[in-house]
């Protein structure tokens, strides 16, 4: 069974930085690609940006590009989000997932193939 769980949220003023983090248990973490969603109140879950297995590649939505970077530390079984220049349409509930295709070297960013999430981190950005 792998587990994730989710740190770093909290309450930023607009213009500030925040840097999630998703420690991830199992010894297959590095073979699988993750991925940040959020979800805000009323709105589906949208995927926010994903990497793949080996970290050579990522995703970013539109809204966070240029903003957000995903990263990941295999040795360390961990994900990360350094999110900058938050706004506060970025608030919302973060979590972190893990894909369910092995090694795949194709980046999904429907929620519908994540087979494991996190708890969620709550990241409020006031203006």
């Known amino acids: 069974q792998v587990r994730l769980v989710e740190s770093g949220g909290g309450l930023v003023q607009a213009g500030g930085s925040l840097r999630l983090s998703c420690a991830a248990s199992?010894?297959?973490?590095?073979?699988?690609?993750m991925a940040w969603f959020r979800q805000s109140p009323g709105k589906e879950r949208e995927c926010v940006a994903v990497i793949n297995w080996s970290g050579d590649t990522t995703y970013y939505a539109d809204s966070v590009k240029g903003r957000f970077t995903i990263s990941r530390d295999n040795a360390r079984n961990t994900v990360y989000l350094q999110m900058n220049s938050l706004r506060p349409e970025d608030t919302a509930v973060y979590y972190c997932?893990?894909?369910?295709?092995?090694?795949?070297?194709?980046?999904?960013?429907?929620?519908?193939?994540?087979?494991?999430w996190g708890q969620g981190t709550q990241v409020t950005v006031s203006s």
């Open positions: 997932a893990r894909d369910s295709r092995y090694q795949s070297p194709v980046i999904y960013t429907s929620p519908d193939g994540y087979n494991y």
């Open positions: 199992g010894r297959t973490f590095g073979r699988y690609p």
